[in-house]
């Protein structure tokens, strides 16, 4: 069982920016993917980027809507994924889920909010 929590949101100006942080703990293996998910009201829920672990290669993966202005990053040592938000747009504005894949299984935090005022 893995376990993901999330900080980092809160309520920010068109233009600004922000940093999530997801630790993740429990029984974790080396070959898994991290990532963030977002939802807004009314809508489903979406990819906005994702790492693979170094020993799985470590590529990265973004959404079309926010390339260029967000980056992913993990620090495998503390089990820990990062998203740097910058330029941010009230279209951004959703919860956003950490997410772990591991051995076919998919680990979700429990979401923070982010929203952006124009």
């Known amino acids: 069982q893995v376990q993901l929590a999330e900080s980092g949101g809160g309520l920010v100006q068109a233009g600004g920016s922000l940093r999530l942080s997801c630790a993740a703990s429990?029984?974790?293996?080396?070959?898994?993917?991290m990532g963030w998910y977002r939802q807004a009201p009314g809508k489903q829920r979406e990819l906005v980027a994702n790492?693979?672990?170094?020993?799985?290669?470590?590529?990265?993966n973004y959404a079309d809507s926010v390339k260029g202005r967000f980056t992913i990053s993990r620090d495998n040592a503390k089990n820990t994924v990062y998203l740097q938000m910058n330029s941010l747009k009230p279209e951004d504005t959703a919860v956003y889920y950490c997410?772990?894949?591991?051995?076919?299984?998919?680990?979700w935090g429990q979401g923070t909010q982010v929203t952006v005022s124009s």
């Open positions: 997410n772990m894949l591991s051995r076919g299984w998919d680990y």
């Open positions: 429990g029984r974790i293996f080396s070959f898994n993917t």
């Open positions: 790492i693979a672990s170094v020993v799985g290669g470590g590529s990265t």
